[in-house]
């Protein structure tokens, strides 16, 4: 039904920023509810944000806010995470969520490395 495909990635120092990506296929983009989590290792998979069908309305978690900012376009069918003033606590594999009803899809994952 959707295959979501993350891009963006790498290492980069602490204070650094980076721009994830997110390219869905496989049905209308704009009915998907799009969520970003992320995992680190031997952590459990954590919320990170989330954006409406429409773009209008975004959540984020505390450990996030103020520093991340998600967006999609619905016309390239992809959704975005911005990422500024990057700590080494954000190091995790970061993935890809969407939602349509009761049918949940993910992504395979990219790696962001933060240091110090």
């Known amino acids: 039904q959707v295959q979501l495909v993350e891009s963006g990635g790498g290492l980069v120092q602490a204070g650094d920023s980076l721009r994830l990506s997110c390219t869905a296929s496989?049905?209308?983009?704009?009915?998907?509810?799009m969520r970003w989590f992320r995992q680190a290792p031997g952590k459990e998979r954590e919320f990170v944000t989330a954006?409406?069908?429409?773009?209008?309305?975004?959540d984020y978690a505390d450990s996030v806010k103020g520093r991340f900012t998600i967006s999609r376009d619905n016309a390239k069918a992809t959704v975005y995470l911005q990422m500024n003033s990057l700590k080494p606590e954000d190091t995790a594999v970061y993935y890809c969520?969407?939602?349509?009803?009761?049918?949940?899809?993910w992504g395979q994952g990219t790696q962001v490395t933060v240091f110090s």
């Open positions: 954006v409406s069908r429409s773009g209008d309305s975004t």
């Open positions: 496989g049905r209308a983009f704009s009915n998907l509810r």
């Open positions: 969520a969407a939602t349509s009803k009761v049918l949940h899809y």
